[in-house]
């Protein structure tokens, strides 16, 4: 049975191509100091907003930047495969997160599928108080190395601003 796929999947695809022809001719190289664990909305940019290029740092990114196991456990990883030491948590003011409740999300999933989500959803009312959390347990893990550099920021989307928080 064939599969009907979509053309942004095939656009995609070929830019794969692109980019091994790039790694083939001597591409990025290993080499990382800080990870960035930040949210997955593709609204904003975080290698232009900390003007990285490629292989300067991890990026960690998922559903608010939520300091989850999942992120523990990646950068418990980072620390001891690449040595890395910093950590930016960064939220951002326009987090979709904050105009749903856990129950509402769950709700929604389990009326489209079915199905109940085993996983909580973490939204989040408060995206500065979400970021400072996050530095919070990270500091408290004891499987990390690092903690001294784990630091906390929120981006404002209107303003372009990155704010310290902790």
Same mark, same amino acid.
């Given at each position: 049975? #064939?599969?009907?796929?979509? #053309? ?5 695809l070929?830019? #794969?191509?692109?980019?091994?022809a790039?790694?083939?001719s001597? !591409?990025?190289?290993?080499r990382? !100091? ?5 949210c997955m @909305?593709?609204?904003?940019?975080v290698?232009?907003?900390? +003007?990285? =290029?490629e292989c @300067?740092?991890? *990026?960690?990114? =998922?559903?608010g930047?939520?300091?989850t /196991? /999942? ?8 620390q001891r495969?690449? $040595?890395t030491? /910093?950590v930016m948590? *960064?939220?951002?003011?326009?987090? !979709?997160?904050? @105009? *749903?409740?856990d $129950?509402?999300?769950?709700s929604?999933?389990?009326?489209d599928?079915g ?5 909580? #959803?973490?939204?989040?009312? /408060? ?10 347990r &990270? ?6 190395r690092?903690?001294?550099? *784990?630091r +906390?920021?929120c981006? @404002?989307?209107?303003?372009? $601003?990155?704010? $310290? &928080?902790?």
């Amino acid at each position: 049975m #064939a599969h009907a796929f979509s #053309a942004r999947t095939n656009v995609l695809l070929a830019n #794969a191509g692109r980019y091994q022809a790039q790694l083939q001719s001597g !591409g990025p190289k290993k080499r990382t !100091g800080a990870v960035v664990v930040t949210c997955m @909305d593709a609204r904003f940019n975080v290698y232009a907003l900390l +003007g990285l =290029n490629e292989c @300067d740092a991890h *990026i960690l990114r =998922n559903a608010g930047g939520v300091v989850t /196991d /999942d992120v523990i456990r990646s950068l418990a990883i980072s620390q001891r495969l690449f $040595e890395t030491t /910093d950590v930016m948590v *960064i939220t951002h003011a326009a987090c !979709g997160l904050r @105009d *749903i409740t856990d $129950e509402q999300l769950t709700s929604a999933v389990q009326a489209d599928v079915g199905v109940r989500a085993a996983w909580p #959803a973490a939204t989040l009312c /408060d995206v500065t108080a979400e970021a400072r959390r996050g530095v919070a347990r &990270l500091r408290s893990t004891p499987v990390l190395r690092h903690t001294n550099g *784990i630091r +906390g920021f929120c981006f @404002d989307e209107t303003t372009g $601003e990155l704010h $310290e &928080l902790c």
